[in-house]
């Protein structure tokens, strides 16, 4: 069975950083793309940044120049680099896997940032 395990969310003053983890396991990492998605109460699920097989990102306007996703397929983990956090990223953060149509998600964690 696919796991997506992700780690590192927590409560953080605005203006702070951390980092989060998605290990995987039970995949050929190295195959998938991977993203980090957020979804804040009430709101719709969004993306925040994405790295695919390649190593090429792309980001969430909102996250640019604040957010550095990455990937370590030795480790088959996938990390997103969170600095400069505003209350607005307070959020549940989910890991994705994605090849072709086969798609898994993790149970996420949450990132909660105070004014």
């Known amino acids: 069975q696919v796991q997506l395990v992700e780690s590192g969310g927590g409560l953080v003053q605005a203006g702070g950083s951390l980092r989060l983890a998605c290990a995987a396991s039970?995949?050929?990492?190295?195959?998938?793309?991977m993203g980090w998605y957020r979804q804040a109460p009430g709101k719709q699920r969004e993306l925040v940044a994405t790295?695919?097989?390649?190593?090429?990102?792309n980001y969430a306007d909102s996250v640019k120049g604040r957010f550095t996703i990455s990937r370590d397929n030795a480790k088959n983990t996938v990390y997103l680099q969170m600095n400069s956090l505003k209350p607005e990223d307070t959020a549940h953060y989910h890991c994705n896997s994605n090849w072709r149509t086969v798609n898994y998600w993790g149970q996420g964690t949450q990132v909660t940032v105070s004014s």
């Open positions: 790295i695919t097989s390649a190593g090429n990102t």
């Open positions: 039970r995949i050929n990492f190295a195959i998938y793309d």
